[in-house]
């Protein structure tokens, strides 16, 4: 059975309750958004060397230079879920497109076609209107 933790970004609150998530549905495995092809960095992010804020970073090494940035700190829930396979030996794993798709000049091409075509409010917008509250609230 499959369970599901939407989160926040940097919300202190979220990394707060994504553990205690974890800790009652002890999952058999942890998957997180993030490039597939960056997960043999899980480990060293998440060792005693690393001293959060920390963050993984792809590139383009030729003009134009294109970057895709996956920043983390001990209030991101990403990382605290991270910690937590770890330390609770459950298999962690990014899973969204592979960085070199997000590199991709085409991948660029088809976020430039959507803003083009996208005449609508974003989701945070529209829950500010609806709510009254800031989108950091949570």
């Given amino acids: 059975m499959a369970e599901f ?3 926040r ?10 553990t205690e998530f974890l800790e009652k549905y002890k999952p058999k495995a942890v998957l997180i958004e993030g490039a597939s092809d960056m997960n043999e960095l ?13 963050a993984i970073m792809a590139y383009t090494n030729q003009a134009p230079v294109r970057t895709v940035l996956y920043p983390f700190a001990d209030f991101s ?8 396979a770890l330390k609770n030996n459950v ?3 990014f899973c969204d497109l592979p960085v070199s798709y997000l590199l991709s000049e085409k991948c660029n091409e088809e ?9 609508e409010p ?8 609806i709510t009254g509250l800031d989108n950091d609230t949570l």
């Fill in 5 to 7: 933790f939407g989160v």
């Fill in 9 to 18: 970004h940097f919300s202190p609150a979220c990394a707060f309750y994504v």
């Fill in 42 to 54: 899980i480990q060293p992010l998440c060792s005693f060397e690393a001293h959060p804020p920390v």
């Fill in 77 to 84: 829930p990403e990382y605290r879920a991270m910690k937590w």
């Fill in 91 to 93: 298999d962690v794993m």
């Fill in 111 to 119: 976020k430039t076609d959507k803003k083009e075509n996208t005449e």
């Fill in 122 to 129: 974003s989701v945070y917008s529209r829950l500010e209107q």
